[in-house]
């Protein structure tokens, strides 16, 4: 990549004020026959202290909700309540363990078809400032990130993503610099991801504003690594690395280390093997089948993998500068796994993603469960 790149037309800075207005091919997400999910632990239902410096009790879950429409995007305020978006309704529900889910916002302008609708969340750092949310959704002609408070319309960021029924990418989260980043797809088009000019199949380094962040590879470009087919996980550990999960096609599903500039292969790759062609290869990889990882998150040295296809929750351990063995947890035991994040108290929430099309629907699903840790 260049020094210096020209005007990028898909990226689109509004000034303050700008408003919404009013309103397949197979991928790996994929998982025709899921079998009947089993009841829930007895117990749950209470919340138990969580110490922010612990391990989650992945024996311990506690639901939080229950009956949520896919839910996607998780992101914690800073009293601990969480927000959580439901794909195809672009509601925002506010969620507090022993409470009824409280919608707190609807997003304008969502467009839920196949994968697409209100994806990710994100709260910005200076939220107690500012009042600000962040999401990612899927509008009637693209892909968008907008940010608004939880009481007045939302203002465009970026937009021009190209959107597809799959491959929309979609998390968003603020990085340890201040800086938000976003994770998107190729929306069936492999050719994008390997086009320094198109914001698909890449990870994005914004300022909240929704400009390209200073420092990134090339100036004026919010382009920060390229060569992905579709990340919908971001997290860092606490040496400030980026890790992001990324759905394989038809071999297998990866966990990348995130370095600015680098390229990660799609579609000359997938998997291990490119280095020797100057691509990057992924820390971890699993079949598709074991895996299809959406959310990630990371706490107390360990990187944990929401699995959709693969109905279970992935542990990996930070060992030596990089990543152990993973190791298979909750298999078949809540269907198949969309998101995972780390609450303020050190507790692992999680969500259920069997209302998606994809899953066979139980009573009582899509469900928030919680982990408290010790």
Same mark, same amino acid.
């Given at each position: 990549?260049?020094?210096?790149?020209?005007?990028?037309?898909?990226?689109?800075?509004?000034?303050?004020?700008?408003?919404?207005?009013?309103?397949?091919?197979?991928?790996?997400?994929?998982?025709?026959?899921?079998?009947?999910?089993?009841?829930?632990?007895?117990?749950?239902?209470?919340?138990?202290?969580?110490?922010?410096?612990?391990?989650?009790?992945?024996?311990?879950?506690?639901?939080?909700?229950?009956?949520?429409?896919?839910?996607?995007?998780? %992101? $914690?305020? &800073? *009293? !601990?309540?969480?927000?959580?978006?439901?794909? @195809?309704? #672009?509601?925002?529900? =506010?969620?507090?363990?022993?409470?009824?889910?409280?919608?707190?916002?609807?997003?304008?302008?969502?467009?839920?078809?196949?994968?697409?609708?209100?994806?990710?969340?994100?709260?910005?750092?200076?939220?107690?400032?500012?009042?600000?949310?962040?999401?990612?959704?899927?509008?009637?002609?693209?892909?968008?990130?907008?940010?608004?408070?939880?009481?007045?319309?939302?203002?465009?960021?970026?937009?021009?993503?190209?959107?597809?029924?799959?491959?929309?990418?979609?998390?968003? %989260? $603020?990085? &340890? *610099? !201040?800086?938000?980043?976003?994770?998107?797809? @190729?929306? #069936?088009?492999?050719? =994008?991801?390997?086009?320094?000019?198109?914001?698909?199949?890449?990870?994005?380094?914004?300022?909240?504003?929704?400009?390209?962040?200073?420092?990134?590879?090339?100036?004026?470009?919010?382009?920060?690594?390229?060569?992905?087919?579709?990340?919908?996980?971001?997290?860092?550990?606490?040496?400030?690395?980026?890790?992001?999960?990324?759905?394989?096609?038809?071999?297998?599903?990866?966990?990348?280390?995130?370095?600015?500039?680098?390229?990660?292969?799609?579609?000359?790759?997938?998997?291990?093997?490119?280095?020797?062609?100057?691509?990057?290869?992924?820390?971890?990889?699993?079949?598709?089948?074991?895996?299809?990882?959406?959310?990630?998150?990371?706490?107390?040295?360990?990187?944990?993998?929401?699995?959709?296809?693969?109905?279970?929750?992935?542990?990996?351990?930070?060992?030596?500068?990089?990543?152990?063995?993973?190791?298979?947890?909750?298999?078949?035991?809540?269907?198949?796994?969309?998101?995972?994040?780390?609450?303020?108290?050190?507790?692992?929430?999680?969500?259920?993603?069997?209302?998606?099309?994809?899953?066979?629907?139980?009573?009582?699903?899509?469900?928030?469960?919680?982990?408290?840790?010790?």
């Amino acid at each position: 990549m260049g020094k210096a790149r020209p005007h990028i037309p898909w990226f689109r800075a509004t000034v303050a004020g700008l408003l919404i207005a009013g309103a397949m091919v197979a991928c790996a997400e994929e998982n025709p026959a899921d079998p009947s999910v089993p009841p829930l632990p007895t117990g749950i239902g209470s919340t138990s202290p969580s110490s922010p410096t612990g391990q989650p009790d992945l024996g311990a879950p506690e639901q939080v909700a229950e009956n949520i429409d896919v839910p996607w995007g998780l %992101a $914690f305020l &800073p *009293d !601990g309540a969480a927000l959580v978006a439901e794909r @195809d309704t #672009g509601r925002i529900l =506010r969620l507090v363990p022993g409470r009824a889910p409280e919608q707190v916002y609807r997003v304008p302008g969502v467009a839920a078809r196949g994968e697409g609708g209100l994806l990710g969340l994100a709260v910005a750092p200076d939220y107690a400032e500012t009042g600000y949310v962040y999401a990612y959704f899927t509008a009637e002609t693209d892909n968008r990130i907008v940010r608004f408070r939880l009481d007045g319309q939302p203002e465009v960021l970026v937009a021009d993503i190209a959107k597809a029924g799959n491959h929309n990418g979609g998390r968003i %989260a $603020f990085g &340890p *610099d !201040g800086m938000l980043y976003a994770g998107t797809g @190729d929306a #069936g088009q492999s050719r =994008r991801s390997q086009d320094p000019a198109s914001p698909n199949g890449k990870i994005l380094r914004l300022t909240p504003e929704g400009r390209p962040a200073p420092g990134n590879p090339d100036p004026g470009s919010p382009v920060y690594s390229l060569g992905h087919r579709n990340v919908q996980g971001l997290a860092w550990d606490r040496a400030g690395r980026l890790f992001a999960a990324e759905f394989g096609q038809d071999r297998f599903d990866e966990i990348n280390l995130i370095e600015p500039g680098r390229n990660y292969g799609w579609p000359a790759v997938e998997g291990a093997g490119g280095t020797d062609r100057g691509y990057t290869d992924p820390l971890v990889t699993w079949t598709t089948a074991e895996a299809s990882p959406s959310g990630i998150a990371i706490t107390a040295d360990t990187l944990y993998a929401a699995a959709l296809r693969g109905r279970r929750l992935w542990s990996v351990p930070l060992a030596d500068g990089g990543l152990g063995t993973p190791r298979s947890e909750l298999r078949d035991q809540y269907g198949r796994l969309r998101t995972v994040a780390v609450a303020p108290d050190g507790a692992l929430w999680l969500t259920t993603s069997d209302t998606d099309g994809r899953g066979n629907v139980d009573p009582g699903e899509d469900r928030v469960l919680r982990f408290p840790a010790r």
